[in-house]
């Protein structure tokens, strides 16, 4: 089973701040995807094929990364993406995901 | 507009069966893969069934691998999760998710979820 390793579990960011989320893999996979969750609600995809943008998503948000390192930035932090983010791979059976960074905003 | 509706969900004694069911709408059912997703309260993403779109094979993880059935009926547009020999760690919302299959592996919806408690 590949492991997929978040950090950090838990970051906070100001307004207009950069934000990078690290997705480390136990083993190499061939793409990553990326869901956002919010408080209450279910997880909405966020970006597929490691870097290209679900419908509907803002472009301060992109996605890169190769092997066992991949990565989720936020451009420029807004009080509407505080949520937590899970990376996913398929790559292998099992499907898993990752276990999760919290972000809030300062 | 893409809609998937859990229900099912509820309290249940440890050991018991539960079935989950998950009404489809704005897009061509038989067209795509289905998978149940849960999540434990406070706790991360856990796949939990994936079915092809014709219903002809089934993919389970260890965890639920002869206990969970998923299926489907494309006539009603409606995915399935019977749940037997349930524990207290299968505890967790269960989420209705569309998966994507055309070269990525991905889920593109998913629905509000459906709450399962197992206790006694």
């Known amino acids: 089973e590949i492991v997929l390793t978040q950090s950090p579990t838990t970051t906070a960011a100001s307004p207009g701040e950069k934000v990078t989320i690290t997705c480390l893999a136990s083993s190499s996979v061939s793409n990553m995807y990326w869901y956002q969750q919010k408080s209450g609600a279910s997880p909405k995809l966020l970006i597929y094929?490691?870097?290209s943008l679900a419908s509907g998503v803002p472009d301060r948000f992109s996605g890169s990364g190769s092997g066992t390192s991949y990565s989720l930035t936020i451009n420029t932090m807004e009080a509407e993406d505080a949520a937590t983010y899970y990376c996913q791979q398929w790559s292998s059976n099992p499907l898993t995901f990752g276990s999760g960074t919290k972000l809030e905003i300062k | 507009e893409v809609q998937l509706v859990e229900s099912g969900g509820g309290l249940v004694q440890p050991g018991r069966s539960l079935k989950l069911s998950c009404v489809a709408s704005g897009f061509t059912f038989n067209n795509y893969w289905m998978t149940w997703i849960r999540q434990a309260p406070g706790k991360g993403l856990e796949w939990v069934a994936s079915i092809t779109n014709t219903g002809g094979s089934t993919y389970y993880p260890d965890s639920v691998k002869g206990r969970f059935t998923i299926s489907r009926d494309n006539a009603k547009s409606t995915l399935y999760l019977q749940m037997n020999s349930l524990r207290s760690e299968d505890t967790a919302t269960y989420y209705c998710?569309?998966?994507?299959?055309?070269?990525?592996?991905?889920?593109?919806?998913w629905g509000p979820g459906t709450m399962v408690t197992v206790s006694s």
């Open positions: 094929s490691t870097s």
């Open positions: 998710t569309r998966l994507i299959t055309t070269h990525y592996w991905y889920f593109d919806f």
